[in-house]
């Protein structure tokens, strides 16, 4: 059954409409949002902006996570984008067409560039997806990839499924029928090209990174690794994110009460995280400046698969008494003043299908006495020992509710639990990835384009590129991929609830609330833009 473009846009986008986050406003922006604008601005002025020390080096293939996800989306050009209201729109692409549910047929836009002068064509997308999808170059955003035929993820296998038809034109075989979602992903930065040059020297790459987005780097030295790295105005670029200003510089902080306190002395423009300790305080101080919204946010804890008491049956049971063991109304309301909102489900309630009545999703209660019943049968299987503790980076703002959760275990089991500091994010991350953490950490996700399956498959299918617990289920993965393949949004929405009713009984990470979006800019900022996943729309932003 051949699908059509009006299809594509009711499976996967938001159910919200025009949900962009905006700041207070008075004129409208190109994509539709409500902007707040001074109607116009100086072009050549450097937009200071918070951020955190990318994981890894610069490749798209290989980034999976927020920090090097803003420069990413700000140096490179897919063949697509999500405006500020989820909606994917052509950026590279002259067209996508979904020919049938397998297979797909992309035209590139003729004269598009990379900063190097290298011209922009087929080839740059098919070596860039063949390069992130072989085994031995380890990239973590390798599963993107798996639904093109030839892929394989126990062996180095060229994507068979990716054909080019000439200079500006390539096909795409999937090896399941999902080409109306999988289309939907193009957006992703997993997805972007790459220069010829980048295959001289991946690692090299990476650190000096040629793109062909709305920015480039500054200089050679433009990443000033731990500090901040340094963006201007590409002006080769011609897709729909103009650049309105002259450049960006994305500001490492090691904390978010440094950015917030930058904010207000005018040394930073936009933010996008309010300190906790400012939750109580920072729409009155910064008026009509302040951004308090929901957004595509879902924040967890995730215990490693093989942890010490936390296999089997015992650790299944130790997992439901954690869960209930914790205060989510309580923490949300104490700790961040009302900007979270208590999990019911594993994604967010900005996505459409979402739901609070997903059976199972009674774990996320707060049930001391059945905590207590269920440790103390655990405690008949093994009896437990240590400490348990949760780690989070420093960096982040996460102190505060860690110390929180890891009470509320504690004063309901009678156990010693603690937080564990990190000093940053990539640290963290880090030990993560390479599976040396030997405690619970905590995770989240905020999405990468506006559907369920990104929330669900990414994190929790078998060998997926984020799932840390190195979780795996069938049954959870067969009813994932028969929601991608339904053509109707009601059954793809049924079947991923009945993949949730799987998360639920095996809590392969612990929910515990959905984030609003926290931030604000500065005097004579103008064109602040939120976008549907929480970042701002950084090419419209101008002041002066």
Same mark, same amino acid.
């Given at each position: 059954?051949? #699908? @059509? ?14 949900? !962009?986050?905006? &700041? ?24 200071? =902006? ?13 980034? $999976? ?64 997806? +063949?390069?992130? &999808?072989?085994?031995? $170059? ?84 433009? %990443? ?7 963006? =201007? ?50 729409? +009155?101080?910064?008026?009509?400046? !302040? ?36 205060? #989510? ?46 440790? !103390? ?23 505060? %509710? ?29 030990? =993560?990835?390479? #599976? ?5 950490? #905590? ?13 669900? +498959? ?25 929601? !991608?393949? &339904? ?5 793809? @929405? &049924? ?17 515990? %609330? ?20 929480? =970042? ?9």
């Amino acid at each position: 059954m051949k #699908r @059509t473009k009006i299809a594509l846009s009711g499976l996967a986008l938001l159910a919200v409409g025009a949900m !962009a986050l905006t &700041a207070c406003s008075s004129g409208s922006g190109g994509n539709g949002e409500k902007t707040q604008s001074n109607g116009g601005g100086d072009a050549s002025a450097i937009i200071r =902006v918070n951020g955190s020390e990318p994981q890894n080096p610069l490749l798209p293939s290989d980034t $999976n996570e927020v920090g090097g996800g803003k420069i990413l989306d700000s140096i490179f050009a897919g063949l697509a984008y999500y405006d500020g209201n989820g909606k994917l729109v052509n950026d590279m692409a002259e067209s996508i067409k979904v020919d049938d549910p397998t297979d797909l047929t992309i035209t590139i836009k003729k004269g598009e560039k990379f900063t190097n002068g290298q011209e922009l064509t087929a080839d740059s997308f098919i070596k860039a997806w +063949q390069y992130g &999808a072989l085994l031995s $170059n380890k990239m973590l955003s390798q599963s993107w990839f798996a639904d093109i035929e030839g892929f394989s993820d126990a062996k180095d296998s060229p994507l068979t499924g990716l054909k080019k038809v000439d200079d500006y034109t390539f096909t795409v075989k999937l090896n399941a029928p999902v080409a109306t979602d999988w289309s939907q992903r193009l957006g992703y930065s997993a997805f972007y090209p790459l220069p010829d040059v980048a295959f001289d020297d991946m690692k090299s790459f990476g650190e000096h990174p040629i793109g062909n987005g709305p920015y480039k780097l500054q200089s050679d030295s433009a %990443w000033q690794h731990d500090v901040q790295i340094d963006l =201007v105005k590409n002006d080769q670029y011609t897709g729909g994110r103009q650049a309105k200003n002259g450049g960006l510089t994305i500001v490492f902080y090691t904390t978010q009460d440094a950015a917030y306190a930058d904010l207000q002395g005018g040394n930073v423009d936009v933010i996008d995280a309010i300190p906790p300790s400012a939750f109580g305080t920072f729409e +009155q101080t910064l008026g009509d400046r !302040a951004v308090n919204q929901p957004a595509a946010i879902f924040q967890s804890f995730t215990i490693p698969g093989n942890a010490a008491h936390f296999t089997g049956e015992e650790g299944q049971l130790r997992k439901e008494a954690i869960s209930m063991a914790i205060n #989510r109304e309580q923490i949300t309301q104490k700790i961040f003043n009302g900007t979270r909102t208590p999990a019911s489900d594993f994604t967010s309630p900005v996505i459409n299908g979402w739901s609070d009545k997903i059976p199972g999703s009674e774990v996320l209660k707060y049930n001391p006495e059945e905590a207590k019943k269920l440790w !103390a049968q655990a405690d008949g299987i093994s009896k437990w020992s240590g400490t348990f503790q949760i780690a989070y980076n420093a960096d982040g703002g996460h102190k505060e %509710w860690v110390d929180a959760v890891t009470n509320s275990i504690k004063n309901t089991l009678g156990i010693d639990a603690s937080g564990k500091s990190y000093v940053d994010f990539a640290t963290l991350r880090n030990d =993560v990835t390479k #599976r040396t953490i030997k405690t619970a950490f #905590r995770t989240g996700w905020q999405a990468d384009y506006p559907g369920q399956y990104n929330f669900l +498959q990414p994190l929790y299918g078998t060998g997926a590129s984020s799932n840390d617990s190195d979780y795996s289920n069938k049954d959870f993965d067969k009813l994932i991929a028969e929601g !991608a393949a &339904a053509s109707d949004p009601a059954a793809a @929405t &049924a079947d991923y609830q009945k993949a949730q009713e799987i998360l639920f009984k095996d809590l392969p990470a612990i929910p515990l %609330w959905y984030s609003n979006l926290t931030g604000g800019y500065a005097d004579g900022v103008h064109n602040v833009t939120y976008g549907w996943n929480s =970042v701002p729309l950084y090419y419209e932003i101008t002041k002066g």
